[in-house]
């Protein structure tokens, strides 16, 4: 059943709007994405996977039936080894292969492409995004495609028509030049450096190799070497799925660009009109210059990005973002800022928060907005049954610390989390544990520290300064957890520092020093009620 969706209040539903406008009514909509294992899936490629399933989303909220097809294009040529890829020495020798038929030198996979595949696959579901997976390289080789091969190859003028349409006068392919369509990988050595030598004008197909050689007259309705060229795969393939909507980066969807060559073999060769197609931006790394290349091992995956955000606040950072923006995905300190945008949009999703907007219309509007971002956000398309346990990102890196990284006690700490938010609060803190050891020490380490549970001492504390931390042992430890507010407890300290004629910033230097033996930390008073008096009176036992 359709949803009730009153206003278009996020791209994703004005985006299913266009196409149930362009496409008409339909019994089925397909939506496409896709890309080639040539090795890292990076969280570049992650912002197509996302943009397709936000607007599959947007399509089941009006009650539609969707295909969310994702096509893996592995029968693609292997022309370069990453940089961050084992026994590129190995890889090497596989270059002109298919990407199927080179080994997976990580050693678990059946092949190169496959073990960038199942990398993926099995990170998806963690995210709430279930495509039905394509392979391409065995339905070439299933001769599925024998039929739109054959099209191709007796038009293939029409083709290069196409692929002149766009290019200026310098770039056109002259009409005396011969153009094939379709490439073969030699059945001999595998690589794809052939050329086509003559075609029956049906299926009958035959190239020699110019690398070892060889020279064969293949059927493209048995052979398993024929591929088309991607430009005409492309449009071929929405044809063969009846796709409706496809989105591109930017650099395909520029004017006079793949897709719209594309988009005139679609008509003219299969009678198919192109899926309705948007453009996406690039996604960059705070701190690297360029976009994002699994060629050069210059990558962040996904399961990196699942290390440091919790499945929900990832999909938020696409969400809230408009998909033909540029924007960087940061693991520094911006950590802590993404995740306390993500529980302000929760608040005012729940009714916990108003935006600050005095215009009551506008303030409306905005409510709508931040709710969508939240439902488009979450594991489970949708609004969640039970409100989340919030806590800050920010202060559960001080809570994990406090406990050493024990989920379980930072759980019963917070003293009234609900069984049913526990398992959503728990991937947080997985979360936050990491970015505090994996990130922070270099990024923020000013957020990190050790309490001192070793019994072990700052020699520094002296005189009249031992004086002090003993006071704060005997006279505000035993209150702590009784102070009505954080300053209560403050101004105690801040007495005894008076009393004893010392510097308040002083007597907190070195009760930092005594507990975590560092200059700063958390806020003092609220940090002493998080370690709780029993540990604090453990830790000052030794003054």
Request: glycine fraction near 6%; hydrophobic fraction near 35%.
């Amino acid at each position: 059943m359709a949803r009730d969706i009153s206003e278009l209040c996020h791209w994703a539903d004005q985006q299913a709007e266009r196409i149930i406008k362009q496409k008409g009514e339909l019994e089925l909509y397909t939506c496409a994405s896709g890309i080639t294992p040539s090795g890292t899936v990076h969280i570049g490629n992650f912002r197509e996977i996302i943009t397709v399933d936000l607007i599959v989303r947007a399509l089941r909220d009006r009650g539609k039936n969707v295909r969310f097809i994702y096509s893996w294009d592995d029968y693609d040529v292997f022309r370069k080894v990453p940089a961050n890829m084992p026994k590129p020495e190995i890889l090497e020798k596989y270059l002109r292969y298919p990407i199927t038929m080179v080994p997976d030198t990580f050693g678990r996979d059946e092949n190169y492409a496959r073990h960038h595949e199942v990398d993926i696959e099995k990170q998806l579901p963690r995210v709430g995004i279930a495509p039905e997976f394509l392979y391409q390289a065995s339905r070439y080789r299933a001769n599925r495609y024998a039929e739109g091969m054959k099209i191709a190859m007796q038009k293939r003028d029409v083709i290069k028509q196409c692929l002149n349409e766009y290019r200026d006068d310098e770039h056109k392919m002259p009409e005396s030049e011969e153009y094939w369509p379709v490439a073969a990988f030699c059945c001999n050595c595998n690589k794809d450096e052939t050329r086509i030598t003559d075609y029956d004008g049906e299926y009958s197909v035959s190239y020699e190799c110019l690398s070892c050689g060889h020279k064969e007259k293949g059927d493209l309705r048995t052979s398993k070497e024929f591929k088309l060229g991607w430009r005409v795969d492309w449009p071929m393939r929405w044809n063969e799925e009846k796709v409706v909507f496809e989105p591109g980066g930017k650099d395909h969807i520029s004017p006079g660009g793949s897709y719209d060559t594309a988009k005139l073999v679609s008509k003219r060769l299969y009678n198919w009109d192109a899926p309705v197609t948007m453009k996406y931006d690039f996604v960059k790394l705070k701190g690297v210059p360029g976009k994002m290349s699994s060629s050069k091992g210059k990558v962040i995956s996904l399961v990196d990005a699942l290390e440091v955000y919790q499945p929900e606040v990832l999909r938020y950072i696409f969400a809230q973002n408009k998909v033909d923006h540029e924007f960087s995905i940061s693991f520094d300190l911006d950590v802590v800022t993404v995740y306390e945008a993500y529980d302000r949009t929760e608040r005012i999703a729940w009714g916990l928060e108003e935006p600050k907007e005095k215009d009551a219309e506008k303030k409306a509007k905005i409510i709508k907005q931040e709710k969508r971002i939240y439902e488009l956000s979450q594991i489970v398309n949708g609004f969640p049954k039970v409100q989340p346990y919030q806590v800050s990102f920010r202060l559960l890196t001080t809570l994990l610390q406090t406990y050493s990284g024990n989920i379980d006690a930072v759980i019963k700490s917070l003293g009234d989390v609900k069984t049913e938010q526990e398992e959503c609060l728990r991937r947080r803190c997985v979360c936050a544990w990491y970015w505090i050891n994996e990130s922070a020490p270099d990024c923020a380490p000013d957020f990190c520290f050790k309490i001192r549970d070793d019994n072990s001492k700052a020699e520094d504390i002296t005189g009249d300064m031992l004086t002090a931390i003993k006071r704060v042992r005997d006279e505000v430890v035993p209150k702590v957890g009784t102070y009505v507010q954080d300053k209560d407890c403050q101004q105690d300290m801040y007495n005894i520092a008076t009393e004893l004629g010392l510097d308040a910033k002083a007597l907190f230097t070195a009760l930092y020093h005594a507990l975590i033996n560092k200059d700063q930390g958390p806020r003092l008073a609220n940090f002493m009620k998080i370690i709780g008096k029993e540990k604090l009176a453990k830790i000052l036992s030794v003054y």
